[in-house]
């Protein structure tokens, strides 16, 4: 199911989500969520964020993403040196 995804452009995404503590809201705390989405809309990570003002009580205060780029195939390097240990 991941390739299938993956080859519809979908891509693994990570968000830090910064949110103010209920009980102390001069604090910040960090979660991180992780899943495959659709860059640049991610569609995913919108609905989890709705969800999360919507049932959560923690206010947002900021969120970095950071998303993988396409698959690709693999890569192949040759060795420059061959070594034999006895």
């Not at 206010?59 to 390097?77: K, N």
Request: glycine share 6%.
């Amino acid at each position: 199911m991941t390739l299938g995804l993956q080859l519809k452009d979908y891509r693994l995404t990570t968000a830090e989500i910064l949110y103010f503590l209920p009980d102390h809201p001069g604090l910040l705390q960090s979660y991180i969520w992780q899943d495959l989405d659709l860059a640049p809309r991610f569609p995913a990570l919108r609905r989890f964020l709705e969800f999360w003002q919507r049932e959560l009580v923690g206010p947002l205060h900021s969120i970095r993403i950071a998303t993988g780029g396409q698959i690709r195939p693999a890569s192949v390097r040759h060795a420059s040196h061959m070594l034999r240990l006895h």
